[in-house]
């Protein structure tokens, strides 16, 4: 080998060495990844998408049948039923009439079992165990609970005589929304609970024993202390409560069916019965990207309120 050789190659091995070297992306985390990946998009996004496009046209179910495009026509018609308002009253009455029970409530609980004692871990089970029923069981068993015969009219006029005869409970509209939230109040008050306990864990205790030796109250240190610590727990539960009151389906269907006439219809048994019930699943899925874009606005409402106000507590 030549000197002139012996140069080449050290100049080649020197250029080779200065050249950036390429970033090699290892495909081990995206082949674990592809089958959640896949299964995300077949399940969810493609009836997503599925659901906006037929939302769009008169939709025939019968794969013969030419569907016809109407455009925004289901969207108009929504506006312009007055069954639809219905339902999104009965709605939003939910979402109001279970949202601050359970927060209320949840939040109580978490405080008196963050307390030590003995029987702490069967509290915690018993309040939580509604959470875990299935929703088919609880929601007959108020429906035998509310019936004309059941044990709440019973209670009502026999136990604490407050009427004189039977309460109609899932008869009525309002009434049957009240049953229908009584349920949702009680299922839920284990979720918030719990996640009111987890965020109390996290309470500085230096500050609550400040606070003591300042001779603050049990309810100003919950108010100065506590309450600011757990905020984030507090949107969270909110935000997620929102989400689910406007996602309330099976208490419903099953405790009054959406009647009388549709009387206690919420958005989503409503879409089910005109996607299922009348075969009009184009007008259903209209419901349902409605109901969708409300969800969505009213959430990153209560995250914008939320943050201003953590962002207005910043020194």
């Not at 019936?147 to 407050?162: I, Q, T, W």
């Not at 019930?277 to 969800?295: E, K, M, P, Q, R």
Request: charged share 15%; glycine share 8%; net charge positive.
């Amino acid at each position: 080998m030549t000197l002139q050789d012996t140069k080449v190659r050290e100049a080649a091995s020197h250029e080779a060495a200065s050249r950036p070297r390429r970033r090699r992306v290892p495909l081990t985390p995206y082949l674990f990844l592809a089958p959640g990946l896949a299964l995300f998009a077949v399940c969810v996004l493609y009836p997503i998408t599925q659901a906006v496009r037929m939302s769009f046209y008169d939709w025939k179910i019968v794969a013969s049948a030419t569907s016809e495009f109407l455009g925004l026509d289901n969207y108009a018609r929504a506006l312009e039923d007055p069954q639809f308002w219905v339902a999104l009253g009965n709605t939003g009455f939910y979402a109001v009439a279970t949202l601050v029970p359970q927060v209320v409530l949840g939040l109580a609980v978490a405080l008196l079992l963050h307390k030590r004692s003995p029987a702490q871990p069967l509290y915690r089970v018993l309040y939580y165990l509604p959470v875990v029923t299935s929703w088919v069981v609880v929601s007959l068993l108020f429906r035998f609970l509310f019936a004309d015969a059941g044990l709440v009219n019973f209670a009502l006029s026999e136990v604490v005589p407050v009427t004189d005869g039977q309460i109609s409970w899932l008869a009525d509209r309002w009434t049957g929304m009240v049953a229908i939230s009584a349920l949702g109040v009680w299922k839920g008050i284990g979720w918030s609970m719990m996640i009111f306990l987890a965020a109390l864990q996290g309470v500085p205790t230096s500050l609550l024993e400040a606070a003591t030796v300042d001779g603050a109250s049990r309810w100003q240190r919950f108010r100065a202390v506590t309450l600011p610590a757990i905020r984030a727990a507090l949107g969270f539960v909110t935000i997620m409560l929102v989400i689910g009151s406007f996602n309330v389906f099976i208490s419903v269907y099953l405790m009054t069916g959406g009647g009388p006439a549709g009387r206690t219809d919420v958005l989503l048994t409503y879409m089910y019965h005109q996607a299922f019930g009348n075969l009009d699943f184009g007008y259903g899925s209209a419901i349902a990207v409605i109901l969708t874009a409300i969800v969505l606005v009213l959430s990153l409402v209560q995250l914008r309120l939320f943050r201003d106000r953590d962002a207005g507590q910043v020194p």
